[in-house]
Every structure is written in C-alpha cells, then in structure tokens.
C-alpha cells in the first residue's frame, strides 16, 4: 500500500470495500495508469482482487481492458503506478524476479494459441519442459492429468484441427494450469464461441476455482459469463480513461450510482 499515492478521483467510488481495508489483496493495483508511448489508454486504476475470487474486467470494446491485461501478465510495463502480486511490487522488481513471478501465472490467450504441428499432450507439455526439470515420463503423467481436468482426457494424441473452437479453449486452459499457477488470466475466453460453448467454459472457470483455488482474471464482455462467473469486477470507461467503479456486477446492476454502468450491465434485459 502506498501511504503517499495520489488521492483517487470522486468518480471511482467503489461499492465494495477499498482496496485498503480488504484483508491481504492477491492482487494490488496502485494508481496504476496504462498505455502505449506516450498515449494513455487508462489512467489512475486502484483496486485489489482478493485470492481465490473471480475478478472481471470489464467495459466497452476500446476502453483498455487488454491493454490492463498485458500489463498485469508482465507484458507491458505500466505507465505510472504499481502493481503488487503478494504484496510485492511487479514491476519494481529485478528480472529474474519477475520471470519467476510470471511463471506461477497462467495465461490463456484469446486464440488458445496452440501450436498445430503439435498434439494437444504436447502443447500442453510446452511450458513444463521450457520450465521445469522435470522427466519426460513425469511431463506426461502432469499433462495428461491437466488435460483430463478439463474434461479431454480422451483427446491427449489429437491435433488442434481435429477438435472444436470450444475444446480447444480447453486445451488453452490446461497449458495455462500446466505449472501449477496460482494466478490465471484470461483474455475473451468465451470470444468465437456459441453460447453453449462460452457456459461450458464459464462452469470450467468455476470448477477449477474450486478445485484449484487460483485467483482468476477474466476479461470479458459477455454479459452472461460476467453473471455466472464473477465475484468481483472493474469497469474501464473509455471515455474518461479510468475505472468507474468495482463491485459484484449483480451489485452494480442493481445499486450502482453511475447510469451508465447500470446500463452496461443490463444490456438485452438480461
Ligand atoms: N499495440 C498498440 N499500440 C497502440 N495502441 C494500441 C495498441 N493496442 C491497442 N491500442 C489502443 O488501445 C486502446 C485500448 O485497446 P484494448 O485492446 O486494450 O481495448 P479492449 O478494451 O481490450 O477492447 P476490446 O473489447 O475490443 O477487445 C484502443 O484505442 C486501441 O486502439
Ligand atoms: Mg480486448
């Protein structure tokens, strides 16, 4: 916690407790603003995610939630302020620090981003053998346990072409478990995917909370998933270049002051 950091903007006011009185954040974002160059994308961002919760990222398409994103997986440094995973700032740390940091966190792109010349047992060994000592027999028995905790046990020897966009979301999932993270993030997981599909993965996000009791950071703007999935959130308004509130969306729907957040979340009378 910075005693000394800026004073946040009347604007934000969160319905949940403030990050400072929230018992040991997993996660802390201090006046964290975001962007590229010189162009700020997001500016002044103070929350916490509390271990083992789903936090949502949320806000209109452009208002910079996969820019946060990148700056959170350790992929762009941030503009100003700082971001504390255990109470440790990320990016004030040394690099070998942080490379460790990033390795106990998960991340599932938005493509699933497997190889196609590689099973899906293979793609999900990548991250072990690139990081870990472990033998090729052990690499085999974690992958293929990884890949049966999301439900495809049965599909180790196929390649990403021979399953579907849904399934291999799930291998996504498994390769981002693989070395044991205690963090996970994912970008758009139920982007290009049918509705039935995007509920699946959201019930595989909340099983593997309870199983695993990772945190979870999902970006997403599916309102359905951010219903079913999310304990906590954020939302990123573009035009002002910061977050408008966090809080349980359901919360927010209800009781937030600000209209256009209710109205973000009740689009389509959900
Ligand atoms: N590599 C980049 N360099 C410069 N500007 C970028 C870059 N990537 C994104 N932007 C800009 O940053 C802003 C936020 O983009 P970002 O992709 O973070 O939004 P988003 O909330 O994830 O949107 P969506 O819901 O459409 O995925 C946009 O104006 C975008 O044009
Ligand atoms: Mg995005």
Sequence with gaps: MSPDGPTKPPSAAPLSEPISEQADP????DAVSVGYGETVIQRDLSFGV????????????????????????????????????????????????????MRRNGVMYQSGALWSSMTLEENVALPLEQYTNLRRSQIH??????????????????YPSEISGGMRKRVGVARAMALDPDILFFDEPSAGLDPLSARLLDDLILELR??????MVVVTHDLASIFAIADDSV????????????????????????????????????
């Design 26 to 29: 997993h996660i802390l974002l």
């Design 50 to 101: 509390r271990r083992g919760d789903v936090f949502v990222i949320m806000g209109g398409s452009g208002s910079g939630k996969s820019t946060l994103m990148r700056s959170l997986i350790g992929l762009l440094a941030p503009q100003a302020g700082r971001i504390l995973f255990d109470g440790e700032s990320f990016w004030d740390a040394l690099q070998h620090e942080r490379t460790r940091r």
């Design 141 to 158: 028995e974690v992958a293929v346990y990884k890949l049966a905790l999301v439900g495809l046990s049965a599909y180790c020897d196929y």
């Design 210 to 215: 309870e199983s695993l009791g990772a945190t």
């Design 235 to 270: 939302f990123l308004d573009a035009a002002t270049q910061t977050m408008l509130t966090t809080g349980n969306p359901r919360d927010l729907r209800e009781h937030c002051e600000i209209k256009l957040v209710r109205d973000f979340l009740s689009r389509g009378g959900e």
